[in-house]
């Protein structure tokens, strides 16, 4: 069971989603309205993972996410907000998110990255993604290069197949069950692609690869 500390200065979508995690064998171990809220929860309750929200009054989300990463790294953390702009994702990212998700990604969407993060596999939202490819594309045209030829190119072709898989979103179970390969062995394929790449984020080298 997952114990999940809930951040959002609505308290009906709290409460909306105190129910929902109860009733998929999570337990909530609080409710806080902004950052400096969840800190003081935090010193009676730990938890393993965070759903926080970034616009809020007081203490907002990203100013969060740095505490929660400096003095309690083990907890890992869930973006789930209705703003996706190039400054929220980029400083959400940076400052060690282990997914972002919309408001309006649904409640399955929601108990499915929960469980992906604390399995390891960070999770973004589509729209998410491809606002990060975007910019990550257009530093490249800056710069005048693209770094996604130079990862690729010491790839076996089934590293390449895997890659592939990994651009599309697929879980590490997906991408067995389409290769008809065990899960483990898929992590060995990843753990191979993040050595020869030098990339050791689940994120960061699919925004690579994509870009």
Do not use: W
């Amino acid at each position: 069971m997952y114990r999940v500390l809930l951040v959002d200065d609505e308290t009906m979508l709290l409460d909306s989603l105190e129910v929902i995690l109860s009733l998929n064998d999570m337990e909530v171990v609080g409710k806080a309205h902004d950052g400096a809220e969840a800190l003081a929860v935090l010193e009676q309750r730990i938890c393993d993972i965070a759903l926080v929200d970034l616009n809020m009054k007081g203490m907002g989300g990203i100013e969060l996410i740095g505490h929660l990463k400096k003095q309690y790294p083990q907890i890992r953390v869930l973006v789930l907000t209705t703003f996706y702009d190039d400054t929220n994702i980029t400083e959400a990212i940076r400052g060690g998110a282990d997914g972002y998700l919309l408001k309006d990604s649904g409640k399955d969407a929601i108990l499915g990255a929960i469980r992906q993060i604390m399995g390891g596999v960070s999770v973004l939202d589509p729209k998410v993604l491809q606002r990060l490819t975007t910019l990550v594309v257009q530093h490249d045209e800056r710069k005048n290069e693209s770094t996604e030829p130079a990862l690729r190119e010491t790839f076996t072709e089934r590293e390449q197949e895997i890659a592939a898989l990994l651009v599309e979103g697929l879980s590490n179970r997906q991408i067995a069950d389409t290769l008809y390969i065990s899960e483990g062995t898929v992590k060995n394929y990843i753990s191979t692609i993040y050595d020869k790449t030098g990339i050791h984020d689940r994120v960061k080298l699919v925004v690579a690869l994509k870009g």
